[in-house]
């Protein structure tokens, strides 16, 4: 799938803006505040119908009353798709058609995004993992999502109840039983798909990162269920204490994942270039399991990506990605260092104060 076309009108600080992108890699070099991330940001916004920094409205230039972005998207078939931003809400539309359920649209435009924000992946808390990897999973599996959904609703009812049983004193644990099974039943399917993720993205990202860190070092991506086994009965032995903390203290929810580089965890010793790469190689690698199991090849945005990579391994991310036939978009503020026989099949764009010319200057 690639973006053949963009138009954005009062999206951030673009009033204007048009932009034909190149098949392979496109590179929107400028200053800090000339507009890369914003631009970067509407293509994200075309693919999930919301911005992945602040509400809606604050996307809308200032002084103005709506934005608008559309995108010529190719992929088996061409498509128009339209987004309306206003203060009162949005309005989507693919070929002039409007969309009226928002889970209709999403996903038509598929996406993977490397964002600063990811950096805290590795080194943040267990929280930003989970939820990354689960955005990421969702990619591969919609029904992930939707299990995911279903297990925090059960889990809020359990907590609730935990709350109730614990204010009135109850000693009654009939509901408390038909929620702890619910809640064990969906933990289970949870557990497995993310087993079944990793499994499948081992290899492909052993094989990813030592492309991209240029060294025999090895990755090991490990998955840490805080429940595996005889979830239920683990559950249920937990009663006393989830009473106590009026939390549910065991399952998916609390789970993490480790990186190790070599013998190393990454979480404690992995410097911000050295995660920068775990990052990449984990957003390439999901790329080409996209490409194999869907047989649709998502569009890679990369915000600021070569800031703290070394020469290098910013060669060699711009070496992989001008080998394949992945399109991709990148922002930085210089192109520098990059050896010229890797940008072969790529587009440069010049961003200035929010205009955006092609070529370097
Ligand atoms: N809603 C908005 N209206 C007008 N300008 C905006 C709006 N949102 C952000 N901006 C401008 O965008 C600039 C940041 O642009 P950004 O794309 O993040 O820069 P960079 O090129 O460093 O990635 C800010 O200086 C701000 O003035
Ligand atoms: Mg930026």
């Known amino acids: 799938?690639?973006?053949t076309n963009l138009s954005l009108t009062n999206y951030r600080g673009y009033k204007k803006c048009d932009v034909s992108f190149g098949k392979n890699v496109n590179f929107f070099i400028g200053n800090n505040g000339s507009g890369k991330t914003n631009l970067l940001e509407a293509i994200y916004y075309l693919a999930l119908a919301k911005s992945y920094k602040t509400a809606d409205s604050s996307t809308v230039k200032s002084e103005t009353e709506f934005a608008r972005i559309i995108a010529k998207i190719k992929s088996d078939k061409e498509f128009t798709s339209k987004i309306i931003i206003s203060k009162i809400g949005k309005k989507i539309s693919i070929n002039n058609q409007e969309i009226d359920k928002l889970s209709d649209y999403i996903g038509k435009v598929k996406i993977l995004a490397f964002l600063p924000e990811d950096m805290d992946l590795i080194k943040g808390v267990p929280k930003n993992r989970r939820y990354f990897i689960d955005m990421i999973i969702g990619q591969i599996d919609k029904n992930y999502l939707v299990e995911l959904g279903n297990y925090k609703n059960i889990l809020k009812q359990r907590n609730e109840l935990l709350k109730i049983l614990v204010e009135n004193k109850s000693k009654d644990y009939t509901l408390l039983d038909i929620y702890t099974e619910q809640l064990a039943r969906s933990a289970e399917i949870i557990i497995a798909i993310r087993k079944?993720?990793?499994?499948?993205?081992?290899?492909?990202l052993e094989q990813m990162y030592h492309y991209l860190a240029a060294n025999s070092k090895r990755i090991s991506f490990i998955y840490r269920p805080v429940i595996e086994n005889e979830i239920l009965s683990q559950l249920k032995q937990k009663y006393q204490k989830d009473l106590f903390m009026m939390t549910t203290n065991l399952g998916p929810h609390r789970d993490d994942y480790d990186f190790f580089i070599d013998e190393v965890n990454a979480k404690d010793f992995a410097s911000q270039g050295e995660q920068r790469v775990i990052i990449l190689a984990i957003i390439l690698s999901i790329a080409n399991i996209i490409i194999k199991e869907k047989n649709i090849k998502p569009i890679l945005l990369f915000d600021d990506v070569f800031s703290e990579l070394d020469y290098l391994r910013q060669n060699q991310l711009v070496k992989y990605l001008n080998s394949t036939d992945i399109q991709s978009?990148?922002?930085?503020?210089?192109?520098?260092?990059?050896?010229t026989s890797f940008l072969n099949n790529s587009k440069t764009f010049n961003v200035k104060n929010h205009l955006i010319k092609e070529g370097k200057n």
Do not use: A, L, R
């Open 196 to 204: 079944s993720f990793i499994d499948k993205v081992k290899i492909e």
């Open 1 to 3: 799938m690639i973006i």
């Open 329 to 339: 978009i990148i922002t930085t503020t210089n192109i520098k260092d990059i050896n």
